[in-house]
């Protein structure tokens, strides 16, 4: 059922139908009874016709197990995640799929600590979910209870991580997705004083993401230069991740938002160890920027629990990957949260004399290439394929010191992943396809 982030899917098929969501909330029930977490369930969606009946689903599951649930509506998943940490919850369950279609949806759920399950938690979830005596929940009929002020917390947060910023002198283009950030990211950017330009907050249950929010930032990019704004924020569905856009209407690659918080952090002393998290998809061109300003990287699989596990591990303050999720530390419980980036990214603009382009301008981006590979329905460990191997020996071989190979599979199709990265574009899909090649051959698969 859990993917690399929550449960995903086509809602009303499994295992987003009705049936197999009260069970889930039943087990969930079950479990945090066993940990004595006798507090309220939180419940946000991110606005999705579907939203409704997999929340009451739950919510039928959870109060079989006598666990009130308490809906906090339209409201981004950082929100929720801090909401739930701080409000004295059992647990938080936002409903959305993120940057996926309208017709699909998905869970991600939190302990009580504001942070997602861990995977041992998740695996009971499924042994339960999956063994012999599992049955449907029987009709149990509570509804939740709706908040008077979904959010406040979290704005509350907020508030005192940025005491005294003034954004009253920038203009802010906000693509909020028709998502989960609707309500709350315009709110919080005029509290904190910024004029506001705002496309898509108008949610109807079937137009996230439509041809909007971080999926496509060049569908405002002109407006952003037509406005005089100075900065374009394209929020994705849940809110949890960021694409920004300068003010000459370019968008800020995401390893360039990691460059610049990363020397901004390392200026004032506060980049722990002078390192930064981020995952094998972040650009060689990221490493290089950094070298300069002697920042180093710790680099972790795809996915931003990876990223998480690393930051914990090392102890370090700053990670994220090129899709513009990035996590902040403890100052923000590791949470990835698109509204908490703009606002550092704000902070840099309001507190300096440098514009957005500017900022970004230290980064380079190296030519990449990414190829999906259909193959079988076996995985084998890559680097048991003597075939694959050899090949990616010889590519990063002519490759040298200034590219870079990423294999790896799809968590959730029959693909692999054939990466590359090199100074050259025409040399880069050459070799791209090479490999791509071998691997199909290799893994009984067609490009």
């Given amino acids: ?52 009946m997999i ?6 599951g959870l109060s079989a197990e006598s666990h009130d649930v308490h809906d906090a509506g339209l409201l981004t998943t950082p929100a929720l995640a801090h909401e739930t940490r701080l409000g004295d919850y059992a647990a938080g369950i936002m409903i959305s799929a993120s940057h996926n279609p309208a017709a699909d949806n998905g869970l991600k759920i939190f302990g009580p600590n504001g942070s997602k399950l861990g995977d041992e938690i998740e695996a009971e979830i499924e042994r339960r979910m999956t063994r012999a005596d599992a049955h449907p929940v029987a009709d ?30 920038l203009r802010v283009l906000v693509d909020c997705a028709n998502g989960a950030g609707s309500n709350v990211v315009p709110t919080v950017l005029e509290e904190f004083g910024a004029q506001l330009e705002v496309r898509n907050a108008v949610p109807n249950g079937d137009n996230i993401n439509d041809h909007c929010g971080a999926l496509h930032p ?23 991740r960021s694409i920004f856009i300068d003010e000459n209407g370019t968008v800020v690659p995401g390893d360039a938002l990691l460059m610049m918080l990363a020397i901004s952090a390392s200026k004032r002393g506060t980049l722990t160890a002078n390192k930064l998290v981020v995952t094998v998809m972040s650009n060689v061109g990221l490493r290089k920027a950094l070298a300069g300003y002697g920042i180093g990287l710790v680099e972790t699989p795809v ?45 840099l603009l309001a507190n300096g004399d440098q514009k957005l382009s500017e900022l970004a301008a230290g980064f380079t981006a190296f030519p990449q290439l990414l190829v999906n590979v259909g193959i079988g329905s076996e995985k084998p460990d890559l680097a048991t394929v003597p075939e694959i191997v050899a090949a990616r020996d010889e590519i990063q071989g002519i490759l040298g010191d200034d590219g870079r190979i990423v294999l790896r599979y799809s968590g959730t199709e029959n693909l692999c992943r054939v990466m590359l ?6 040399l880069v899909s050459d070799l791209t396809h090479r490999l791509a090649d071998v691997v199909a051959r290799a893994l009984a698969g067609t490009e």
């Fill in 1 to 52: 059922m859990f993917g690399t982030d929550g449960i995903r899917g086509r809602a009303g098929s499994a295992p987003l139908d009705e049936t197999t969501l009260m069970r889930l909330g039943s087990v969930l029930g079950e479990l945090l009874t066993e940990r004595s977490a006798d507090d309220p369930v939180l419940i946000a969606d991110d606005g999705r016709r579907s939203g409704p």
């Fill in 55 to 60: 929340r009451g689903a739950l919510c039928r």
């Fill in 140 to 169: 149990a009929s509570s509804e939740p209870h709706e908040l008077g002020e979904p959010g406040a917390n979290y704005r509350a947060f907020l508030q005192e991580r940025f005491p005294g910023l003034d954004l009253s002198g």
């Fill in 218 to 240: 060049d569908v405002i990019a002109r407006d952003v230069v037509k406005s005089g704004c100075d900065l374009g924020l394209c929020l994705d569905g849940d809110g949890d």
């Fill in 303 to 347: 996915g931003d629990r990876a990223v998480v596990a690393a930051m914990r591990k090392h102890r370090l303050v700053l990670g994220g990957e090129p899709s513009g999720h990035v996590v902040f530390g403890p100052e923000h419980s590791f949470t990835g949260d698109g509204l908490y980036t703009a606002l550092k990214v704000l902070d």
């Fill in 421 to 426: 990265e090199g100074p050259d574009e025409q």
